[in-house]
């Protein structure tokens, strides 16, 4: 997923940054970086969180009133140190970017960059060809007579060239700073203005924390610029068909954010309300609500409320464990599930326990819970998910790549409850899923596929089946 920032102050805005991308660390914790622009760029980047790769002396050097930064979640190229972003070229006047999403044909624009285009890559990062295309196309333009129709004329060419699921902050050295949005709004990606002040970030958690009260959305297709007067441009470049990522509201996005005008947190309490309604169909009566720490605690607490039956924490988290399903690996993913959980065992010995978790991958954290739940006292385990079965790949940069690796696309409901060792696993119904995220915005539609398998962009079997061979070449899975 990965979380991106642009930024452009009247002050310095290293320390600021560094802010902006910790309020986003939850989007990934690979790599972080960040870029800033004076009379030259100034880059920092690392594998790490942003509390581990800045500190006081190489803020220090990243000068300058206006800049970059990112924060990396691994869903293409091996994740080594070169892969972290923001990456950039020298030419034309210097333009740096950091990107949120998965590019769908990476392949064919590295191919065509390298041996028809001669342009050098240091990477397997998808932020590296989106990169060079966009300066490419710049290049194209009258460079002697650079304006912001320059920008949107490259933006737009950009569009025409990549494929796939993209938010994208960019510095023109000496020109401004840009912000663009692929035509279907998969990532998300917002614009802040405070006086002479401005901000881009993938999720509004960041201008909150930087003091940016009023917000909005990037919408898809459309290119914002501000250049170094601080006069904005903006431009729909192509014609939106906004499909953003329902997993955003389910899992992927902080519950204090506002993605695309609809409040994260009330979505998860509606999810929770349309869940409970599925958990009586089903006759389930629980003694006791227990979330699955941390994205399904507003789900799991309008859902207690609605079947009237008390909600305790019956699990607590160690927070200083990363998310287990932002982790690559699967050996990583079942021993950090342990590591990260730990029953209260007062709470639940004796109990008929439901937990709610958000979702199911490859059913192996879920089993691992059951049983540790089993293990503290629980008369019975009950599972509830707040999305329905996951059964795609996503292509769009969420680390569930590979069609082999979900639960619900080889088993039924009833074997997968038996898997995971539960009582009785209800999951939300489709239609409760895009009713609840929806809200009051009826009509709004989203990017389902890896619920559904209808990709935004229009993806066939032929090409998930060489993303996954594609991928399986990079990480030996
Ligand atoms: S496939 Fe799923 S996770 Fe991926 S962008 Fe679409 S809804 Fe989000």
């Known amino acids: 997923m990965c979380g991106v920032l642009g930024l452009f102050r009247t002050r310095p805005v290293s320390t600021d940054l560094v802010e902006g991308l910790i309020a986003l660390q939850h989007r990934g914790q690979d790599s972080a ?41 691994p869903t293409a190229g091996p994740g080594s140190d070169e892969d972290a972003q923001p990456f950039y070229v020298n030419s034309p006047f210097g333009i740096a970017t950091a990107f ?5 044909n990476y392949f064919k624009l590295r191919r065509e960059l390298t041996k028809r285009d001669f342009r050098q890559l240091t990477s397997f990062s998808d932020a590296e060809p989106i990169l060079n295309v966009f300066a490419d196309e710049l290049g194209k333009t009258n460079l002697d007579k650079f304006s912001p129709e320059s920008v949107f004329r490259a933006v737009k060419g950009t569009f025409r060239r990549v494929k796939g699921a993209y938010s994208v902050v960019a510095l023109i050295q000496n020109k401004g700073m840009l912000a663009f949005r692929d035509p279907y709004g998969i990532k998300p990606l917002a614009f802040a203005r405070q006086g002479p002040e401005f901000m881009f970030a993938s999720e509004s958690v960041a ?11 990037v919408e898809p297709g459309e290119a914002v610029f501000i250049d170094t007067r601080r006069r904005v441009h903006s431009k729909q470049v192509l014609p939106a068909k906004l499909q953003p990522c329902i997993f955003e ?20 309490l509606r999810l929770g309300e349309k869940l409970a309604a599925e958990v009586a169909r089903h006759h389930v009566h629980p003694d006791l ?47 950090s599930v342990r590591q990260k959980l730990n029953p209260v065992r007062s709470q639940i010995k004796g109990k008929d326990v439901l937990l709610v978790d958000d979702s199911i991958v490859r059913g192996t954290t879920s089993k691992e819970i059951v049983q540790m739940v089993r293990e503290a006292g629980a008369r019975k385990v ?19 790549m590979t069609r082999g690796e979900f639960v619900a696309k080889r088993h039924s409901v009833q074997k997968i ?9 209800v999951y939300q119904t489709y239609d409760g899923l895009v009713k609840a995220v929806r809200g009051k915005e009826t009509g709004r539609r989203f990017c389902t596929a890896c619920f559904t398998g209808t990709y935004p962009t229009g993806i066939t079997n032929k090409d998930l089946i060489r993303m996954e061979r594609e991928r399986r070449k990079w990480t030996n899975q």
């Open 33 to 73: 970086g960040i870029i800033t622009s004076d009379i030259t760029f100034h880059l920092k980047k690392g594998n790490g969180t942003a509390g581990t790769v800045f500190n006081e002396k190489n803020l220090a050097r990243l000068t300058g009133n206006i800049g970059i930064g990112h924060v990396r979640y």
């Open 100 to 104: 949120s999403g998965n590019l769908t």
């Open 207 to 217: 201008f909150n924390r930087l003091g940016f009260a009023r917000f909005r959305d």
């Open 249 to 268: 509201y389910v899992y992927f996005a902080r519950p204090d954010s506002v993605l695309d005008r609809i409040e994260v947190y009330e979505a998860r």
């Open 289 to 335: 609500v227990v979330p699955i720490p941390d994205t399904a605690r507003a789900a799991a607490n309008s859902l207690a409320r609605a079947l009237n039956v008390e909600l305790r924490e019956g699990l607590i988290k160690n927070r200083y464990i990363f998310r287990t399903f932002i982790m690559p690996g699967q050996k990583k993913r079942m021993f």
């Open 382 to 400: 009950y599972l509830a998910i707040t999305a329905p079965p996951l059964r795609h790949p996503c292509v769009y940069g969420v680390d569930m």
């Open 417 to 425: 409850q038996q898997l995971v060792g539960a009582d009785a696993l």
